[in-house]
């Protein structure tokens, strides 16, 4: 099992930068695909971007590349999302998700088995 905490969200204006940090409890953690899911006022829950338990493959939404990069750290618990060049439409709570390995990163939430609570991103235009 899983415990799954958020950090970094916060106001950032178009065209800054965030790092958010998911950590992690449980010695499992390193046998864990993370992803990172964020959800926009009226909008459905939308998967960012994620990667594999040993950090060898990651998968990203069209929408993100070449601004967001995923990493982690096995040793400390810690699944990065790095944001740059924000913009307004990338508001929204950003939560990241844990499951076991599969053979492809799955991009539906129901997929998942342990959430954050989520941390909120405003980027103001």
């Known amino acids: 099992q899983a415990q799954l905490v958020e950090s970094g969200g916060g106001l950032v204006q178009a065209g800054g930068s965030l790092r958010l940090s998911c950590a992690a409890s449980g010695r499992a953690f390193s046998r864990y695909t993370i992803s990172w899911f964020r959800q926009a006022p009226g909008k459905e829950r939308e998967f960012v971007f994620g990667?594999?338990?040993?950090?060898?493959?990651?998968a990203h939404t069209d929408s993100v590349k070449g601004r967001f990069t995923i990493s982690r750290d096995n040793a400390k618990n810690i699944v990065y999302l790095e944001m740059t060049n924000l913009e307004a439409e990338d508001t929204a709570v950003y939560s990241c998700?844990?499951?076991?390995?599969?053979?492809?990163?799955?991009?539906?939430?129901?997929?998942?088995?342990?959430w954050g609570q989520g941390t909120q991103v405003t980027v103001s235009s």
């Open positions: 990667i594999t338990p040993d950090g060898g493959r990651t």
């Open positions: 998700a844990a499951r076991r390995p599969s053979p492809t990163i799955p991009t539906t939430a129901g997929e998942y088995d342990y």
